[in-house]
């Protein structure tokens, strides 16, 4: 996994324990651009080892601030409308006995 | 006066009640030869329930996620906004400002896209591909 990469899932996971803790959007719109400018505050750094530590950092926040139960969309697994309504498995009906 | 009125108000009341117990043992007699034909498996199925999934169509959903997009301030030439432009490349979005977009694409169909999925969206196209193939997504 690049940089990149690693930079991007990150932010998104940061953006969503942001939005599991306000549930709301226009609270978390705020909370987003301080995240945004926490990343932006360390955009120019290329030491490999520095890099790391500040990977290191942001896991290590991510698992402090942990939900304990995180939002999911209804029909996402895990959410409440998971699953419900599947097509029945079998529609024929039974073929007639003749007794 | 009011001896009358009683009167009348009892009599309809009980011919009513007649009226009513008449219409409800009429169907039981012949509901056992009825249903079985009624309520066929193929009946059913030829409405569509309230509950059901009213499915999006392509143009519907490119509208919304190009709309969405117009009202992105980080976006540098709103003149290049179409179905298949690329964030980054077109629109001049970096990877953080990609990932804000897909949580707002999120946002607008209500749903939720996996983290491995939603790295992959790099384009309106791609998301618009993956929009669709969503049953869930309205």
Known sequence: MSTKQAVSSLYRRSLKLALDWSVH?????????????LFEANKHIRDPRQQRALFQEAEDLLEKWKHPDPYHAPTAPGGSKFERNLPAPILDPPPHIQM | MFRTA?????????SQAVRISGTIARPSLSSSVVTKSRFAPSAFQAAR???????????????????LLKNFDKVSDASKLSPTSHFSNDL???????????????????????????????????????????????
């Open chain 1, 25 to 37: 959007r226009h609270l978390w719109r705020g909370q987003a651009m301080y995240i945004r400018s």
């Open chain 2, 49 to 67: 329930c309230y509950s059901a999934a009213a499915g999006l169509s392509k143009t519907e959903v490119e509208g919304r996620i190009v709309d």
């Open chain 2, 6 to 14: 009683l009167l009348r108000s009892a009599r309809s009341a009980t």
């Open chain 2, 92 to 138: 001049g979005l970096d990877s953080l400002d990609t990932v804000e977009v897909v949580m707002a694409i999120e946002e607008e169909f209500s749903i939720e896209i996996p983290d491995k999925e939603a790295d992959a969206i790099h384009s309106v196209d791609k998301a618009v591909e993956y929009i669709l193939s969503q049953p869930d997504a309205h």
